[in-house]
């Protein structure tokens, strides 16, 4: 019986242009290649997004292995940059080059192929889930979260599930993911009285004003980190007044901060936080500052347990490296699989994702079938 090509796979895939919200006949193909292994596909469409659910095996079997993965991707940016076409899908000197080649078209594909070849060679004592995405570059309100409230009105449940991300910093297998950071992002607005500059005591500067209470948020550490996770960090990532005046102070300044935070804080609480801050500035100067608030997600962490046991060992035996489990990164689709089931997240190595000439190695998405055939075999053993 002739084997998936992962490889092949990928490269059909990033021909797929999915840049979110396109689907691109990504998830057309993906549906039909499932379909013909003997999956029960249903496509989870909303909010303008296409979605895919695919099962192998009865709802409600005695075990369920899940998989989380996305096909939509980022745009490709000025196209003259690329060495080739970013959706043409070109193998060079060992890499495939292509927009989503390593993000994550490239874990899709892997697993896929080893669903696939799974299924039809040792059928599983059990069920086998895919839910692939096309909202996860974007706001990620109609993708996974769509696909599990879908899941969730029809009964289907994953006992674990991986999320095929790029994982690993250098090289693959150095790295999986047992959680991540939340993230919360705060706009702040000061609106305080216009006038001359030459007369700041007739005026309320809200520039001061937002500048003393950034400040205050920049200086003040929110904790130390701990055994999971690194110390949570604030940034200030906008600083605007719209004011093309030297001689005028503005009636209005505005500022957004990013937070990505560890279990210490939720993200209400963290708002909450800078609400008070903000508070006190707005009492000291006179200059009133409110805010609006967006969580992203906040953050979680699969303790170390079969799971986590489970991946590593598979990882180490066909790699020969044992991944460190880590929750560095920026946000995932795992922070919505968190509160359905067990998580872990291991892929490629992911320094080119989003990048110009975004590639990836082809040997390392034959590895990466690899490492997730063997992590179905040991998980149904």
């Not at 080893?114 to 895919?130: E, M, Q, S």
């Not at 590639?359 to 998405?365: A, G, L, P």
């Amino acid at each position: 019986m002739p084997m998936t090509d992962p490889v092949a796979l990928t490269a059909e895939l990033v021909r797929c242009p999915s840049v979110t919200p396109n689907e691109g006949g990504a998830l057309v193909l993906m549906e039909r290649l499932l379909t013909e292994a003997g999956f029960a596909c249903t496509r989870v469409d909303r909010g303008g997004i296409c979605n895919l659910f695919a099962r192998w095996g009865r709802q409600g079997a005695n075990r369920t292995f899940g998989f989380n993965g996305h096909v939509d991707v980022v745009p490709e940016g000025n196209v003259a940059d690329w060495t080739h076409d970013p959706f043409e899908a070109v193998i060079e000197d060992g890499w495939l080059y292509g927009r989503g080649a390593t993000d994550m078209k490239s874990g899709v594909a892997a697993f896929a192929a080893a669903a696939v070849d799974f299924v039809k060679d040792t059928p599983p004592d059990g069920a086998l889930i895919l839910a692939l995405t096309g909202d996860e570059e974007a706001d990620a309100e109609h993708g996974t979260v769509a696909l599990l409230d879908w899941m969730a009105a029809q009964g289907e449940k994953m006992d674990v599930c991986l999320v095929g991300e790029p994982t690993c910093p250098e090289v693959i297998g150095d790295m999986m993911k047992i959680g991540r950071r939340g993230s919360v992002t705060v706009k702040f607005t000061a609106k305080g009285l216009q006038g001359h500059s030459a007369y700041p005591h007739r005026a309320k500067n809200p520039v001061a004003a937002l500048a003393r209470l950034i400040a205050r948020l920049e200086e003040t550490p929110l904790d130390e980190g701990n055994a999971h996770f690194d110390a949570s960090t604030l940034a200030t990532v906008t600083f605007d007044t719209g004011n093309p005046a030297t001689n005028v102070i503005p009636a209005e300044a505005r500022a957004t901060v990013n937070i990505r935070f560890n279990d210490e804080h939720s993200g209400q609480g963290l708002i909450e936080r800078l609400g008070a801050e903000a508070a006190k500035v707005e009492a000291e100067t006179g200059v009133v500052i409110t805010l609006s608030a967006k969580i992203s997600g906040d953050s979680f962490v699969t303790p170390p347990g079969a799971l986590t046991e489970l991946v590593a060992s598979a990882v180490m035996a066909e790699t020969g490296r044992h991944p460190e489990p880590s929750t560095s990164g920026g946000t995932s689709d795992a922070r919505f699989v968190k509160d359905h089931c067990p998580v872990v997240e291991f892929g490629l190595v992911g320094h080119r994702m989003h990048a110009v000439d975004e590639r990836v190695r082809v040997q390392d998405i034959h590895t990466l079938k690899s490492i997730y055939t063997r992590i179905l075999r040991d998980y149904f053993a």
